[in-house]
Structures are given as structure tokens and as C-alpha cells.
Nanobody
Framework: QVQLVESGGGLVQPGGSLRLSCVAS????????MGWYRQGPGKERELVAG???????NYADSVKGRFTISRDNAKNTVDLQMNSLEPEDTAVYYC????????WGQGTQVTVSS
């Protein structure tokens, strides 16, 4: 059974930074494309950043240039560095494979507010 555990969220002022981390267990992690998703208040869950098994990355237009996804296959972790945060980035953030067909973790709340 695959388990995903996200951490690193919190309350940050506009323009601030956070680093999210996700650890996966119960799977061969290194062969899977992974992604960070988010679900804002009253919105659908969306993919904001993805990384292939080989390390190629892609980003939603809304976060391009501000967020950076990375992975450590030896540790089964995928991170999301978020800079220049905006109130519109407020959401619960989740990691999952791409497409997101593993069981979802609890997510980590990111709130951007002054």
C-alpha cells in the first residue's frame, strides 16, 4: 500500500518562501513521474509542478519561475521550493504520481496572508 506524507506548510506573508517535502513509502519510487498538486478554497485540485523519473520538470503557468520541484530517489522524497508566494497560492498541497492515481495523503496547508 502506497503512503504519501506531506510536510512543510504554514502561514507566510506575501513574497515569502516555503519548502514542502513529501515522502513516499510502499512503492518503487524512482521509476514514477511525481507531482505536486494543490486545492484552493472552492477550487478543483490542480497539478502545479511535475518531475519525471529522469528529472525533467514542468510547471503550471501560474507558478512558473517561482516554484521549483526536485526529487531524491534514494530517499523516496519529492520537494517543492516555493518563492515569491502570493495570496492566490493559498491551498492544501499534495504530492502524488502523475497522473495522481495513488491514494492521496493528508496534504499540507499553505496560507499566504499579511
Amino acid at each position: 500500500q502506497v503512503q504519501l506524507v506531506e510536510s512543510g506548510g504554514g502561514l507566510v506573508q506575501p513574497g515569502g518562501s516555503l519548502r514542502l517535502s513529501c515522502v513516499a513509502s510502499g512503492t518503487i519510487f524512482s521509476f514514477k513521474a511525481m507531482g505536486w498538486y494543490r486545492q484552493g478554497p472552492g477550487k478543483e485540485r490542480e497539478l502545479v509542478a511535475g518531475i519525471t523519473s529522469g528529472g525533467s520538470t514542468n510547471y503550471a503557468d501560474s507558478v512558473k519561475g517561482r516554484f521549483t520541484i526536485s526529487r531524491d530517489n534514494a530517499k523516496n522524497t519529492v520537494d517543492l521550493q516555493m518563492n515569491s508566494l502570493e495570496p492566490e497560492d493559498t491551498a492544501v498541497y499534495y504530492c502524488n504520481r502523475v497522473p495522481g492515481n495513488w491514494p492521496w495523503g493528508q496534504g499540507t496547508q499553505v496560507t499566504v496572508s499579511s
